[in-house]
């Protein structure tokens, strides 16, 4: 196994545990090694979200649809960093896409319902 790879999986068990900012540091190692690597990018861009950090995600999921535009959680992640930062129409778009591209994915759905409803009380829908 390489070391990206276990600093990835390291990283993977702190998320679980909670322990974003020890994740962030992991997965920061893993992606000096796999720059390229979108389930690297994912988990990197999940700790920066969970830990408040959320242009730094933003970054690290749209890395990710760089490689690979057709990855349904990337688009999910990055609508869900986009929200958070007041660009709701970007948004909307982005967990439409996610959920075009995977729509057996409840949370994806739910996720979308959810910000559209909220979209259509602010009047931003």
Same mark, same amino acid.
């Given at each position: /196994?390489?070391?990206?790879?276990?600093?990835?999986?390291?990283?993977?068990?702190? &998320?679980?545990?909670?322990?974003? *900012?020890?994740?962030?540091? @992991?997965? *920061?190692?893993?992606?000096?090694? @796999?720059?390229? !690597?979108?389930?690297?990018?994912?988990? &990197?861009?999940?700790?920066?979200?969970?830990?408040?950090?959320?242009? *730094?995600?933003?970054?690290?999921?749209?890395?990710? &649809?760089?490689?690979?535009?057709?990855?349904?959680?990337? !688009?999910?992640?990055?609508?869900? %960093?986009?929200?958070? /930062?007041?660009? %709701?129409?970007?948004?909307?778009?982005? &967990?439409?896409?996610?959920?075009? /591209?995977?729509?057996?994915?409840?949370?994806?759905?739910?996720?979308?319902? !959810?910000?559209? !409803?909220?979209?259509?009380?602010?009047?931003?829908?």
């Amino acid at each position: /196994m390489s070391e990206a790879y276990n600093c990835l999986q390291r990283g993977k068990r702190l &998320l679980g545990r909670g322990l974003n *900012e020890q994740a962030v540091t @992991e997965l *920061e190692r893993a992606k000096e090694l @796999e720059p390229r !690597r979108c389930s690297v990018l994912e988990e &990197l861009g999940r700790a920066y979200y969970n830990g408040g950090r959320t242009a *730094e995600a933003r970054i690290q999921f749209e890395e990710a &649809l760089e490689i690979d535009p057709t990855n349904p959680f990337a !688009r999910y992640a990055l609508g869900l %960093c986009l929200w958070r /930062m007041g660009e %709701c129409k970007e948004a909307l778009g982005q &967990l439409r896409l996610a959920v075009a /591209m995977e729509p057996e994915n409840p949370v994806y759905r739910r996720e979308l319902d !959810r910000r559209e !409803r909220a979209a259509g009380r602010a009047g931003q829908a």
